[in-house]
């Protein structure tokens, strides 16, 4: 990640710099000239990016772009969240490569990183939010094109959860108590803290079944802790599932498996 934009686009005029890096919140907005279009852009495969306390996260970023005369370059591919989070790259770099798709057509990918142990550029828990991907592209004509959100993507904190069932093992018509915990990952301290007053499946599945269902739904605690109790009936596995929320990925916890006698 850069800490500071670069001032010079080849291929490009002053006012299409000034544009393209936001000088002031007038000018960051979509531009272009001539008729090069943005055909389709990806990030991540399309999937969220989710990111926990410890390793850096990489995402692909693809633009697919046209224009009559060919591409020339995707310049930068810039990724802003609430600030100040954001993750860019840049081709003169070489962070950036384009392929030939047709004489018209190129699809130019690179990836964004995402560092939870950044100083700069992913720093806090506002990050987990909706991000937009920006981007410049150039043809061989000197037509451009420029979008401030030319697609968005999520960024989500990571997300874990266990369980236990007690007691094993038990006999049947007995009481079982399942506990567990659903915690999420902190950019601000790079610790793992309980999710609070989430709701959360207890669920189960037979000894030789391959389909879990739902018992019941309870919510966390205060500190994301998870306990509730059912009657022992039958061998098998209990597992607490969360669905997630829009900062915080689906989980489910490994099965715990249950004697009954």
């Given amino acids: 990640m850069r800490a500071s934009m670069r001032l010079g686009l080849l291929g490009t005029s002053a006012a299409l710099?000034?544009?393209?890096?936001?000088?002031?919140?007038?000018?960051a907005e979509d531009g272009g000239s001539g008729d090069i279009t943005i055909d389709k852009v990806v990030v991540n495969g399309?999937?969220?990016?989710?990111?926990?306390?410890?390793?850096?996260?990489?995402?692909?970023?693809?633009v697919t772009a046209?224009?009559?005369?060919?591409?020339?370059?995707?310049?930068?591919?810039?990724?802003?969240?609430p600030s100040p989070n954001y993750a860019q790259i840049w081709a003169d770099d070489g962070d950036i490569t384009c392929v030939k798709v047709s004489a018209t057509t190129s699809?130019?990918?690179?990836?964004?990183?995402?560092?939870?142990?950044?100083?700069?550029?992913?720093?806090?828990n506002a990050a987990a939010a909706t991000w937009d991907l920006r981007t410049l592209v150039s043809?061989?004509?000197?037509?451009?094109?420029?979008?401030?959100?030319?697609?968005?993507?999520?960024?989500?904190r990571y997300s874990k959860l266990t369980v236990n069932a007690?007691?094993?093992?038990?006999?049947?018509g007995k009481t079982i108590?399942?506990?567990?915990?659903?915690?999420?990952?902190?950019?601000?301290?790079?610790?793992?803290?309980?999710?609070?007053?989430?709701?959360?499946?207890?669920?189960?599945?037979?000894?030789?079944?391959?389909?879990?269902?739902?018992?019941?739904?309870?919510?966390?605690?205060s500190t994301g802790n998870l306990k509730t109790t059912v009657t022992a009936s039958t061998d098998g596995y209990y597992r607490y599932s969360f669905a997630g929320t829009a900062t915080t990925p689906a989980v489910n916890a490994a099965g715990?498996?249950?004697d009954v006698q």
């Avoid at 224009?67 to 802003?80: C, N, V, W």
């Avoid at 699809?107 to 806090?124: H, I, R």
């Avoid at 007690?166 to 049947?172: F, G, I, L, W, Y």
């Fill in 166 to 172: 007690a007691p094993e093992p038990v006999k049947k």
């Fill in 139 to 156: 043809a061989n004509d000197y037509d451009y094109i420029h979008r401030d959100a030319a697609t968005t993507f999520k960024v989500q």
């Fill in 177 to 221: 108590t399942v506990t567990g915990k659903l915690s999420r990952a902190n950019w601000e301290d790079n610790q793992y803290h309980g999710y609070t007053n989430q709701s959360v499946k207890l669920q189960f599945r037979k000894k030789n079944s391959s389909t879990y269902t739902t018992v019941k739904t309870i919510k966390t605690n």
């Fill in 107 to 124: 699809t130019c990918s690179g990836t964004l990183t995402f560092d939870p142990k950044a100083s700069t550029g992913f720093v806090n």
């Fill in 66 to 81: 046209s224009d009559d005369s060919g591409i020339a370059e995707t310049t930068y591919i810039s990724a802003f969240g």
């Fill in 256 to 258: 715990d498996f249950v």
């Fill in 17 to 27: 710099v000034a544009t393209a890096l936001g000088a002031t919140a007038a000018q």
């Fill in 46 to 62: 399309g999937k969220p990016v989710v990111v926990g306390t410890t390793n850096v996260v990489s995402a692909k970023v693809s």
